[in-house]
C-alpha cells in the first residue's frame, strides 16, 4: 500500500512538469507555452511574452465587411512614451528600424543604423490618393509629381504646364551645372525636348554654369505637337539673358568688353524716361570762371575740328560711345559758356550803338 502511494505521489510530481511545458502541433506550425508565461508560435523556445517566428507572412489582420468603428490592428501605449511599434534588423541591420510615437510625438525615426522607406528589386516608389499615383520616385531616384514618368531629378506635372528640375553639367552647355525648364527637359543624349498642346511647343530654360552665372534661354514655338532632338549648341546660341556672378546684366549677349557695365545691352533700348545722377556746370557763372578769348577757341577748333573738353568721334568710337551724364555736364558747360559770349557780344554792340549815335 505504501509502495502504491509513493508511485502515484512520483507519477503526480511527473505530470505536473510535463504540464509546466505544453505544446500544440498544428500541421507544420506549433504553439509552444514556457514556464515564463511566454508564448511562441513557430518557436519552441519564446523569449518575449508572444514570440512569433515564420518564412511566410507572419500576421495578417482583416476587418470583416460591414464594420467601420475598428482599425485592423490597434496598438496602444502606456503613459511613459515607449514605442507603439519597434522593427528590429537581422544580421546587415541593427538597432530601431522603425518607431511611431515615441515620447508622445508622432514620428517615424531611426537608431543607430540608415532609415530608408521604400522598394527594392528595381521598383518604383509611390505614393497617392484615391488609386492614383501623386508622388512618384523612380528606381533611378528621379521624382515625379503629378507624372509618374519624370524627365529629370524633379518634375513637376506633364504636357506644356512641366516644370523641370535636372543636370546639365556637360562641355556643350558652358559648363553648366543645373538647369530648371519649363516646358523643357534635358535628356541623357544631351538633347532636350519640349512637350506641345497641338498648336503651341515652345519652352524656356534657366541654368546655370560652373563660373556662377545664370543664363536664361528659350525654346521657339514651331507649331508642332512637341519638339525632339534640340541639341545643347541650340540652347546655348538662344540664351537671351545673362546675369554674371558679378551681378552685371547682359541681354540679347553673353560676353563683355568691359565688365564695368552693370547693364550691357546688344542693341537698341526703349524706355520711357532715364534719370542720371548729374553735379550741374554753374561753375562757369562763377567769379573767377576765365572763358576761352574767341580767338583762341577759333584757333582751337581749326586744328582739331571739335570743342575743347568734348570727346571727338573717333575718341566716342573707340571709347564704345561716351559716359551720359558726363557728357551731360560738358553740354551743359558748353552751353553756359556760349551764353557768357552771348553777353558779352551783346554789351559790345550796345556800346558801338551807343558810340554811333
Known amino acids: 500500500m505504501n509502495i502504491s502511494k509513493h508511485i502515484s505521489f512520483f507519477l503526480t510530481l511527473i505530470l505536473i512538469s510535463k504540464l509546466s511545458l505544453a505544446q500544440f502541433s498544428t500541421g507544420s506550425g506549433n504553439i509552444t507555452q ?50 507603439l511599434i519597434q522593427l528590429m534588423g537581422g544580421q546587415a541591420m541593427t538597432g530601431t528600424l522603425f518607431g511611431v510615437n515615441r515620447a508622445g510625438a508622432a514620428q517615424i525615426y531611426c537608431n543607430n543604423s540608415p532609415l530608408m522607406i521604400g522598394t527594392g528589386h528595381g521598383y518604383d516608389f509611390t505614393l497617392g490618393t484615391n488609386a492614383t499615383a501623386n508622388i512618384t520616385i523612380k528606381n533611378g531616384g528621379n521624382v515625379g509629381i503629378g507624372t509618374t514618368t519624370p524627365e529629370g531629378n524633379l518634375q513637376v506635372g506633364t504636357g506644356i504646364a512641366k516644370l523641370v528640375f535636372g543636370a546639365a553639367t556637360a562641355s556643350t552647355m558652358g559648363y553648366g551645372t543645373g538647369y530648371l525648364g519649363f516646358n523643357a527637359s534635358r535628356q541623357t543624349a544631351g538633347t532636350w525636348t519640349a512637350a506641345g498642346d497641338g498648336a503651341h511647343n515652345g519652352g524656356s530654360i534657366i541654368y546655370g554654369n560652373v563660373n556662377g552665372d545664370l543664363l536664361f534661354s528659350s525654346i521657339g514655338n514651331t507649331g508642332a505637337s512637341t519638339q525632339s532632338g534640340i541639341t545643347d549648341a541650340t540652347i546655348v546660341s538662344n540664351v537671351k539673358v545673362m546675369i554674371t556672378s558679378a551681378g552685371n546684366l547682359l541681354i540679347n549677349k553673353t560676353s563683355q568688353t568691359n565688365s564695368s557695365y552693370r547693364l550691357d545691352v546688344n542693341g537698341m533700348v526703349r524706355v520711357n524716361e532715364i534719370r542720371v545722377n548729374l553735379t550741374g556746370a554753374d561753375f562757369v557763372f562763377g567769379r573767377g570762371y576765365k572763358l576761352m578769348p574767341l580767338k583762341d577757341l577759333e584757333f582751337y577748333i581749326s586744328q582739331n575740328n571739335h570743342l575743347p573738353e568734348i570727346a571727338s568721334a573717333k575718341e566716342m568710337e573707340t571709347n564704345e560711345g561716351v559716359a551720359i551724364g558726363e557728357m551731360q555736364t560738358k553740354l551743359l558747360q558748353k552751353i553756359e559758356e556760349l551764353t557768357l559770349y552771348i553777353i558779352e557780344q551783346n554789351k559790345r554792340i550796345e556800346a558801338l550803338e551807343k558810340a554811333s549815335q
Not at 495578417?60 to 465587411?65: C, F, G, V, Y
Open 34 to 83: 514556457v514556464t515564463t508565461g511566454n508564448v511562441g508560435i513557430g518557436t519552441p523556445s519564446p523569449t518575449t511574452n508572444l514570440d512569433v517566428q515564420a518564412a511566410n507572412p507572419i500576421i495578417r489582420a482583416k476587418i470583416n465587411s460591414g464594420v467601420t468603428s475598428y482599425a485592423a490592428v490597434y496598438v496602444e501605449s502606456n503613459t511613459s512614451g515607449v514605442n
